[in-house]
Each structure stands twice: as C-alpha cells, then as structure tokens.
C-alpha cells in the first residue's frame, strides 16, 4: 500500500529564513503528488500539485516543490518565509488509476520573528 | 471556483444522540466525495467515498452502520453519527472531487467539522 512520510513533525524558523518541509513516499508506478495547508481550525487549502511535465512546481505565495522519481520525495521549500506561513503541512499521494489520497502525518512550520 | 462547504463548523452533543454533518459543493457538481477523520496533531483519515446515486465504499475498521453516508445529489453528500459516544469526538473533513479532463481530477476540501461528545 501507498505510504507517505514527512520525517519532521514540527519546524520552527525564522521569518525571513529559509525552510524546506520533507516528504517521502513509498514507489509506485505512477503518482500525483500534492502538498496541502492547514491553519487552525480549517480545513485543507491545496498548495500545489505535480501531476505531470515539469517536475518543478511553484504555488502563487512563494513555495516550490520538486518531483524527484529516483528518490521518491517530493519536498516543499521557500526561500523566504512569512509570520503568515505558520501552519501545519500536509504531503499526499494518489496514486495512478486511484482516487484515494494518501496523506502523511503532516509538518507543523512555526515562523518566529 | 471549486469551493466546498460543510454545515455545521462546530458541534456538541451528548453521547448517545445522532448527528448529521453536510458537505456541498457550491459550484461544481461532484459526482464522488470523500470523508475524512483527523484526530488531534494526526494525518486525515479515509473514511469512506461517498457516489451519487449509490452507496459508500468504506473503509478498513470503519463501521458502517455507525457512520452513514448518503449522497443524493451531485452537490450534498450527508455524515450521520449514530449514537455517538465521546471517541467519536474529531474533526471531520469532506473533499469533493472535481474532474478536470482526461482522466485528471483533482480534490477539494470542505472547512471541517468539529464534532465534540459530552
């Protein structure tokens, strides 16, 4: 069965740092890969997706993540983050011909100033 | 575009009694959604896929009879806790899927549900 890791629990940094937010994820044919927020108390908010072509993709707030099939991960990264970036991360894996959503256990990132 | 909801945001009942939580789609229609469970500092869930117009498909280790899923329509999906007991106590989140072409979907993600049983 599919499996998605995100190895850091809990990020701190601070604002204006720097900050890459792992995922890993067990190999399979095929995936889609896609990286989710969370702020208190709401729901899921997708960032952003790799479904196929580039294997680079960048959300409209500054995070970028890469697809890397020799290491099956996928990280989150930003170069410079915001006090508002604060909030927990969710990586999730579909795999190909499924539409079930394979999450991990999510990467809380606290921004300080 | 692509915004799904969920009624109620919050709410609190006594062990013992049913609650119904709604998810829609407000403007796509969605012919398969998604119930998740998201315990406190944990992952989502899968509880169920819910399709319209037939019944859930639920999975491992979750019962059925006590987390009834109705999908009437290609907007409304329906989560009813039956007899709820403090362990039920989560947050409950529904995605909606939308179909983008050629074989593409992607999911959506209703606010939450947070359920507390006294």
């Known amino acids: 069965a599919q499996s998605v890791t995100q190895l850091d629990s809990q990020v701190p940094v601070f604002e204006e740092a720097p900050v890459e937010l792992r995922c890993n994820y067990s190999?399979?044919?095929?995936?889609?890969l896609f990286w989710y927020v969370q702020y208190p108390n709401q729901g899921l908010q997708l960032l952003l997706k790799?479904?196929?072509?580039?294997?680079l993709v960048e959300s409209i707030n500054g995070f970028e993540a890469e697809f890397n099939k020799s290491q099956t991960s996928f990280h989150l990264r930003k170069p410079s983050v915001h006090i508002s970036d604060t909030a927990e991360y969710f990586c999730?894996?579909?795999?190909?011909?499924?539409?079930?959503?394979?999450f991990g256990k999510g990467t809380k990132l606290t921004v300080n100033p | 575009g692509a915004v799904v909801s969920q009624h109620p945001s919050w709410v609190i009942c006594k062990s013992g009694t049913s609650v119904k939580i709604e998810c829609r789609s407000l403007?796509?229609?969605?012919?398969?959604m998604f119930w998740y469970r998201q315990f406190p500092k944990q992952s989502l869930m899968l509880m169920a896929t819910?399709?319209?117009?037939?019944?859930?498909?639920?999975e491992q280790g979750v019962e059925k009879d006590k987390f009834l899923i109705n999908h009437a329509s290609l907007t409304l999906s329906t989560l009813t806790v039956t007899s709820a007991h403090p362990e039920d106590s989560s947050f409950y989140i529904c995605?909606?899927?939308?179909?983008?072409?050629?074989?593409?979907?992607?999911?959506?993600f209703g606010p939450g549900t947070r359920l507390t049983v006294t």
């Open positions: 995605s909606a899927r939308l179909l983008r072409g050629q074989g593409l979907s992607e999911q959506y």
């Open positions: 403007d796509f229609q969605a012919t398969t």
């Open positions: 819910s399709n319209e117009g037939s019944k859930a498909t639920y």
């Open positions: 190999s399979s044919v095929s995936v889609y």
């Open positions: 999730a894996v579909r795999q190909g011909g499924s539409e079930k959503l394979v």
């Open positions: 790799y479904l196929s072509g580039s294997t």
